[in-house]
């Protein structure tokens, strides 16, 4: 490809198409060594799944949101703590989609790091979040979402009466694949968990608001050398409350395949105390327990669907769960369902 008249190579890049907005990424690099990653964007109404654009600004999954937040230097001017890649360009297509023209990211993703650069990472989420937290004005720009969460398990595609269905239906449970790691089956805290989630998400109401990235997993965040971290894919940047980012990082690095759950524990402890150094560090007047508070809340209101999902599955003889053999995504969801009850158990008592 000829780019003005310089040659380059595009190289597709792999991506995980869960917002529907994104039509493709790829490289563009340039003889001299120069690249950057172009991330095509695009309102796809009509798209399956529960990950829909919307064409409204009030819309959770508002397919211009992550171009409106380079284009408007919000991005470009966060305060110190978490980045997001550098914006060359914000390019309007004639087709009606946008090209961003992203930095190429040299640093390690998070799948390849150790546990403990996860705590690094989230003392840089907590830098970032925890200035607007101490005085920093709020960004008040339309596009930027609001009620994320809430707004994203209203649009589920979710038969209440249906998943309790699963859940109670012991012949599901006696499947092999299942007693292996249900022996005793939880299914009134299971239950309970479904039924709960406006009581989670009205916990997580009691909290203070700050920008929040919405979509902090691990295949998101990148190490920006020692002392920095980069998170990429800005589609849900809105308002929302303490420790609704870190809240959904832990549990998705398990549910994902990217921490063993066996290092759930240690994974929380870490995220939840770089977390709460890094609010603190620039002046945020928050407890470890509100962090705690944040952190399990989330969990308790996203993941209510998980282990309906799972029996689903098995019911529907499926071969595959979150896109692994299904004794293998079993194997990885079951030890972290069991992590999200001991968690919200000990937020109930508390």
């Not at 998070?110 to 004005?137: D, F, I, T």
């Not at 997580?204 to 965040?221: K, R, V, Y």
């Not at 603190?280 to 944040?294: I, M, T």
Request: hydrophobic residues 45%.
């Amino acid at each position: 490809m000829v780019l003005g008249t310089v040659d380059v190579t595009v190289t597709p890049l792999p991506h995980t198409l869960v917002a529907a907005a994104t039509l493709g990424m790829w490289q563009v690099a340039r003889p001299d060594g120069a690249s950057a990653v172009v991330k095509v964007l695009a309102h796809t109404p009509d798209a399956a799944g529960n990950w829909p654009t919307g064409g409204d600004v009030d819309h959770w999954g508002y397919w211009r949101r992550e171009a409106d937040a380079y284009g408007s230097g919000l991005l470009a001017g966060l305060p110190a703590g978490l980045r997001a890649p550098e914006c060359h360009l914000v390019a309007e297509r004639p087709d009606g989609s946008v090209a961003l023209w992203l930095e190429d990211l040299p640093g390690t993703p998070a799948p390849a790091w150790p546990l403990e650069r996860y705590e690094a990472a989230a003392r840089h989420l907590g830098r970032m979040q925890g200035s607007y937290l101490a005085g920093r004005p709020l960004p008040t720009d339309p596009w930027l979402s609001r009620g994320w969460l809430r707004a994203y398990l209203g649009q589920r595609d979710v038969d209440l009466a249906a998943d309790r269905a699963l859940l109670t239906d012991r012949a599901l449970w006696r499947h092999p694949a299942v007693a292996q790691w249900f022996p005793d089956p939880p299914i009134d805290a299971l239950v309970a968990l479904l039924d709960d989630q406006g009581r989670y998400l009205a916990r997580l109401d009691e909290l203070p608001t700050t920008l929040s990235h919405l979509d902090l997993h691990p295949a998101n965040l990148f190490a920006d050398g020692s002392e920095g971290t980069v998170a990429i894919d800005w589609a849900y940047i809105g308002l929302a409350r303490l420790g609704e980012d870190p809240g959904n990082l832990v549990p998705d690095a398990a549910f994902d395949f990217h921490v063993a759950p066996d290092d759930l524990d240690r994974l929380f402890a870490l995220v939840a105390k770089g977390y709460h150094v890094g609010l603190r560090g620039a002046g945020a007047d928050v407890s470890a327990d509100e962090v705690l508070v944040g952190m399990v809340a989330t969990m308790g209101a996203k993941y209510g669907w998980i282990v309906p999902a799972l029996l689903r599955a098995v019911a529907d003889d499926r071969p595959l769960l979150n896109r692994r053999p299904l004794a293998e995504g079993i194997a990885a969801w079951a030890p972290t369902i069991d992590f999200i009850l001991r968690r919200t158990h000990d937020l109930d008592r508390s």
